[in-house]
């Protein structure tokens, strides 16, 4: 691609940036220095995402890698697609406006190439995974459809009536989980991921929820602290509901807003799944609270582990976290266990001290611009043509 082409793609991604950022606020929690540790996994981001991705890259072509994605219980979705420009581009933002006075055309050649290089395997995935053919979901109209019709097929095959009374369980035990994945992520949601809506019937939408790399004890420890005594069932877990008189929306984080929000009584069927060896199954909604139950006490478990750590042990995992997104590429090509998923020397040795006493990044005042500025200049700096 031209750099006016990835260019146009840049400015596209930091309207996409800004929205997301506008519906979350500034990432704030009382447990994990998030802004601190989001920055330092940034410039981690930054130092090797090439390397990776160049690992990955040389094995599977983009497009073959998305076409494999478009099913259930899937690494590789909205959410890590994201993963592959959100990252480098914050920390580009950083390098550039800290240690090049703003001028894109400090950066080295070598680094320019590199992201251009990146962009365009990104945009290649991005664009032969969602069913728009578009490079996000925003400019996808806010849905995030990819599933193909088999897969499709097969969620309309096992889903089920159910009551008010059973989705408002089903939502709890959901609930459960979520909290779970969120706090094993260091108050991310790596581990999850919304799809859809999909056309259902009249006046009907199908939407799904599904979670990956949770602790069930057999899976190969996703991060370290993630070893609780509470172990889930499967390290998978999928919900898809049918919701009438109801819209949804997505972003490129994966995340679903449906309206209305108490939306309970309007689910007509359901269903819930999870993968055993490389097949996806059906559950009985009943299972559910199984998961609740094991995620209630592994929460509870990896909160009182990450309660007892200091500031400096918090943003190390959680940059590290972070930086593991990518082993769900490296997966894919089972290259996992070559790659060093700890924080570089380097990068300890520059930016731990830093954002031990800031709790943010100088370049992100880029954040709160006006509209009219950046039109002229935006967010993510583009690359000089």
Not at 118 to 141: I, M, P, Q
Not at 225 to 254: H, Q
């Amino acid at each position: 691609m031209e750099r006016k082409e990835l260019n146009e793609q840049l400015t596209h991604l930091s309207w996409v940036f800004s929205d997301i950022l506008a519906e979350r606020g500034l990432l704030e929690s009382k447990l994990f220095p998030v802004n601190e540790y989001i920055s330092v996994g940034f410039y981690q981001t930054y130092d090797k995402q090439y390397e990776v991705m160049k690992e990955v890259w040389d094995r599977i072509s983009p497009q073959e890698l998305a076409r494999r994605s478009k099913t259930l219980l899937s690494e590789i979705h909205a959410l890590s697609i994201t993963y592959q420009w959100l990252y480098y581009s914050l920390a580009r933002m950083g390098i550039i406006f800290n240690k090049c006075d703003g001028d894109p055309s400090k950066e080295p050649n070598e680094r320019q190439e590199e992201w251009k290089w990146l962009l365009e395997k990104w945009y290649d995935l991005a664009t032969h995974y969602f069913s728009s053919g578009k490079s996000t979901v925003a400019s996808s109209g806010a849905v995030n459809l990819a599933f193909e019709e088999d897969t499709l097929r097969w969620l309309h095959d096992n889903l089920e009536p159910v009551t008010e009374d059973q989705v408002k369980k089903m939502r709890r035990a959901v609930g459960s989980v979520d909290l779970y994945a969120f706090m094993d992520e260091c108050e991310a949601r790596a581990k999850i991921i919304d799809h859809g809506p999909y056309p259902a019937g009249e006046n009907e939408i199908l939407v799904v929820s599904e979670y990956t790399h949770l602790h069930d004890g057999k899976e190969h420890l996703w991060l370290p602290w993630s070893d609780t005594e509470a172990k889930l069932p499967t390290s998978t877990l999928g919900v898809a509901m049918t919701i009438r008189d109801a819209t949804a929306t997505f972003n490129d984080i994966g995340t679903m807003n449906v309206e209305p929000g108490d939306y309970s009584r309007l689910v007509t069927k359901a269903c819930v799944f999870c993968k055993r060896g490389q097949k996806v199954v059906p559950l009985g909604l009943d299972e559910l609270s199984a998961y609740a139950e094991a995620a209630d006490a592994a929460q509870a478990e990896l909160y009182m582990k990450f309660a007892q750590w200091d500031k400096r042990t918090l943003m190390i995992a959680g940059a590290e976290a972070y930086w593991k997104c990518f082993a769900r590429y490296t997966d894919q090509v089972g290259i996992t266990d070559k790659i060093d998923w700890k924080l570089s020397p380097d990068i300890v040795d520059e930016h731990i001290p830093f954002f031990m006493d800031n709790d943010a990044d100088p370049a992100f005042i880029r954040f709160g611009r006006f509209d009219e500025e950046m039109e002229e200049d935006p967010t993510l700096y583009l690359l000089p043509e």
